[in-house]
């Protein structure tokens, strides 16, 4: 089940549902993260 996606319009993750809440509050807080995943798209 989907509960994380990468949104490459906002340039950040965003939760599908309450679970990827947690992940996405994460993932969005680690810059070098999210400046991988936005040059990858």
């Known amino acids: 089940e989907e509960y994380l996606r990468f949104d490459s319009d906002v340039g ?22 999210l400046d991988n995943r936005r040059a990858a798209v």
């Open 12 to 33: 950040e993750f965003r939760a599908v549902n309450e679970l990827g809440r947690p992940s996405a509050k994460n993932y969005n807080s680690r810059k070098e993260l």
